[in-house]
């Protein structure tokens, strides 16, 4: 069980922050314990209502967690990490590489 329908709303916002739909929830007026708030795109609807945790996939819940820095993933041993690890630490890097080259042109 992951907790009380509260409870689920503040992870369910927290996730739609996390997949880029932050839009959606601006301006809300205040959070309903029975409706997402704010999460409705069609012209004519109304908000979802808000369901059990159960209801929702459990995929759902592991967007609330934050992904691992470039820092965290550097401090890790090279050969503890996982392929999914790997790829984030060659993506954060070449980010980070073109950050510098970026600041180095503009001086």
């Known amino acids: ?10 992870r369910l916002y927290r996730a739609t922050e996390l997949i880029s739909l932050k839009s959606f929830t601006r ?3 205040s959070m ?4 997402l708030t704010g999460l409705n795109i069609t012209k004519g609807g109304s908000d979802p209502p808000l369901k059990s945790d159960e209801e929702y ?3 759902l819940w592991e967007l609330a967690h934050p992904e691992r820095t470039l820092a ?3 401090r890790k041993e ?12 060659q993506k954060l890097t070449n980010r980070d ?9 503009s001086k």
Do not use: C, H, Y
């Open 1 to 10: 069980m992951q907790g009380t329908s509260g409870s689920a709303l503040m």
């Open 27 to 29: 301006g809300f007026a």
């Open 32 to 35: 309903s314990k029975d409706v």
């Open 57 to 59: 996939p459990e995929w």
């Open 72 to 74: 965290d993933l550097k």
């Open 78 to 89: 090279n050969s503890s990490l996982d392929f999914e690890e790997v790829k984030r630490l």
């Open 97 to 105: 590489k073109i950050r510098t080259r970026n600041v180095n042109k």
